[in-house]
């Protein structure tokens, strides 16, 4: 893989005016410019405060303006302030989904065998909410949805309310490639996994500690219907493009906390948790899901990519119409059909990792962006 990327590294941020030069610092007090990248802001009226669009995007070099170059964006939901101690968890879970990914991408693998095996690493890591880091519903219970989509034929899997499932996105997969369905739910959802021979867990194997106190706190404010950004920490998804042209993305969620039994959000429902068309490019969401299906979100950034913007300025488009026309704060992370791709959101923060030509990027809040060098023969310490 080239980069231990489970290595502790200490990065700091010297900010000019723009762009932004990022630093990795090692153990040996040598500071090394790995690179440089810009962070913009559109004008979007802000009703919370904070800058209403943080992103980073790539740009096509016309040294590969003929060769697609296998390309994977995965993120971690959009949430509130997250803390130091958990933005490293948080970090090498965004990380190894990325990695996971590209590496199948770079064996000739498929962009839909790219997010699903991305985002089936983030369900099995608990810091994120999906799989065995979902959140629980008013019940003490874990109810979760997921979708994926394939850009070549335009066929889609997904599973809503699904339980004692560890990873709902391979069932919503089984769902777009073993049924004449589309989208199966709770019950039935559990029954086809079953058949299929998707192990069955007890329910309580996905409940972590740290959810149920999450849980007990929400209960104890009732705040279900005023809650903070941070509680409702959306979902997980990745988007991808591999060599031979072909889009997907797949997204999974546990959900909102302390909501209603057999309440679904957006990530199941393809047009808003996600799109990916071969002509066009393909998004994944996160954030608030009834905003995000209100305004039909992916599908609203894929029109906006159609009409001929760039991923970033799409982006853009589709979240500022959200957060004007009904208050809703989320993200986006797309890939157009060149490869190139943007992670924007207008949440305080937002768990992103990027890999293409080789190179990782990863971030979680505004104002910094990590870059490493992973391609092979590469030394782990990109100063030599």
């Known amino acids: 893989m080239g980069t231990d990327l489970s290595s502790p590294l200490e990065s700091k941020l010297l900010e000019g005016t723009d762009p932004i030069f990022v630093f990795f610092v090692f153990p040996d007090g040598i500071k090394c410019p790995v690179n440089t990248f810009k962070m913009t802001d559109v004008p979007c009226s802000s009703h919370s405060g904070h800058s209403d669009h943080r992103s980073y995007s790539s740009s096509k070099s016309s040294q590969y303006a003929d060769i697609v170059q296998p390309v994977i964006v995965v993120h971690g939901g959009g949430a509130g302030s997250i803390s130091k101690e958990r933005s490293e968890r948080v970090r090498h879970g965004v990380t190894k989904a990325a990695m996971l990914g590209y590496n199948i991408l770079k064996e000739g693998g498929s962009a839909v065998d790219a997010v699903e095996g991305a985002v089936v690493a983030l369900e099995d890591d608990p810091e994120f909410n999906a799989g065995h880091g979902s959140v629980l519903n008013e019940d003490g219970q874990i109810e979760m949805d997921a979708s994926i989509m394939d850009g070549k034929s335009l066929n889609s899997g997904a599973v809503s309310s699904i339980k004692s499932i560890a990873n709902p996105i391979k069932v919503a997969r089984l769902v777009m490639e073993k049924t004449n369905h589309s989208f199966l739910t709770d019950r039935g959802a559990t029954c086809f996994a079953k058949s299929m021979g998707i192990p069955i867990i007890p329910c309580e194997k996905l409940i972590t500690e740290r959810n149920v106190k999450r849980l007990k706190k929400e209960k104890a404010e009732k705040s279900a219907c005023m809650t903070e950004p941070d509680k409702n920490t959306g979902t997980v998804g990745a988007v991808a493009l591999d060599k031979h042209g072909n889009l997907a993305y797949a997204t999974s969620t546990g959900g909102i906390i302390n909501k209603m039994v057999g309440r679904v959000g957006d990530s199941p429902c393809v047009g808003s948790g996600g799109y990916a068309d071969n002509d066009i490019g393909a998004v994944s969401t996160t954030g608030h899901g009834e905003s995000i299906i209100k305004v039909n979100l992916a599908r609203l950034a894929i029109f906006h990519l159609q009409q001929g913007k760039k991923p ?73």
């Open 312 to 384: 970033q300025e799409a982006a853009d488009a589709a979240l500022c119409y959200m957060k004007t026309r009904v208050k809703g704060l989320g993200g986006i992370i797309v890939v157009d059909k060149s490869g190139e791709w943007a992670a924007r959101w207008t949440s305080v923060s937002m768990p992103w990792a990027s890999a293409k030509d080789d190179k990782l990027q990863f971030g979680i809040v505004p104002g910094m962006v990590h870059i490493t060098d992973i391609g092979k023969n590469k030394s782990p310490n990109p100063c030599i």
